[in-house]
T-cell receptor, first 113, second 112 residues
Framework: GAGVSQSPSNKVTEKGKDVELRCDPISGHTALYWYRQSLGQGLEFLIYFQGNSAPDKSGLPSDRFSAERTGGSVSTLTIQRTQQEDSAVYLC???????????FGQGTRLTVV | QKEVEQDPGPLSVPEGAIVSLNCTYSNSAFQYFMWYRQYSRKGPELLMYTYSSGNKEDGRFTAQVDKSSKYISLFIRDSQPSDSATYLCAMSVQTGANNLFFGTGTRLTVIP
């Protein structure tokens, strides 16, 4: 079953360290999204990639957050100098095109200690 | 004020009960309304999708949108233990998963 795959499932890191979260979208999906789900908060949009277009970074909370998508497929979300408030589940989703249903991965649970 | 408000619960009901889940919103421009189901340690999955006002039924699930009251509902009939999950409402002005505003989710437990 080729769903959206995220790794690692869980990540514990020390405050101040950098982390990289990986997302493998469904094959053939041109759109890819990153969301953050914090305790007691709804899903918060972070960034969106569509084909070869420039990404929509409007949801990134600070310049410590960045993401790239190589070859129109795999995406990496990088958080530099992690803070305790970065602790959350980071969800990746992909869709065939912008206006079609998005399918979510299982998420990466990040804990900053 | 949040764009979308949703009671986090938790909500516990006996098997077979009718469940009512609700969200309110403040942006009158929202016209696309969704309900997602999220099992523990899993990503959300789309359950129901409605455009503008009205009702939509799919099996045991019914989604209602009342734009005049800025209020949406999801009803689950004959609830089953397998319905135990967190239910998230989401809505947007335009289509596209990059435009969605989510509620915080309501955790539902259906007791056998």
């Amino acid at each position: 079953g080729a769903g959206v795959s995220q790794s690692p499932s869980n990540k514990v890191t020390e405050k101040g360290k950098d982390v990289e979260l990986r997302c493998d979208p469904i094959s053939g999906h041109t759109a890819l999204y990153w969301y953050r789900q914090s305790l007691g908060q709804g899903l918060e949009f972070l960034i969106y990639f569509q084909g070869n277009s420039a990404p929509d970074k409007s949801g990134l909370p600070s310049d410590r957050f960045s993401a790239e998508r190589t070859g129109g497929s795999v995406s990496t979300l990088t958080i530099q100098r992690t803070q305790q408030e970065d602790s959350a589940v980071y969800l990746c989703a992909s869709s065939l095109a912008l206006h079609t249903e998005a399918f979510f991965g299982q998420g990466t649970r990040l804990t900053v200690v | 004020q949040k764009e979308v408000e949703q009671d986090p619960g938790p909500l516990s009901v006996p098997e077979g009960a009718i469940v009512s889940l609700n969200c309110t919103y403040s942006n009158s421009a929202f016209q696309y309304f969704m309900w997602y189901r999220q099992y523990s340690r899993k990503g959300p999955e789309l359950l129901m999708y409605t455009y503008s006002s009205g009702n939509k039924e799919d099996g045991r699930f019914t989604a209602q949108v009342d734009k005049s009251s800025k209020y949406i509902s999801l009803f689950i009939r004959d609830s089953q233990p397998s319905d135990s999950a967190t239910y998230l409402c989401a809505m947007s002005v335009q289509t596209g998963a990059n435009n969605l505003f989510f509620g915080t989710g309501t955790r539902l437990t259906v007791i056998p």
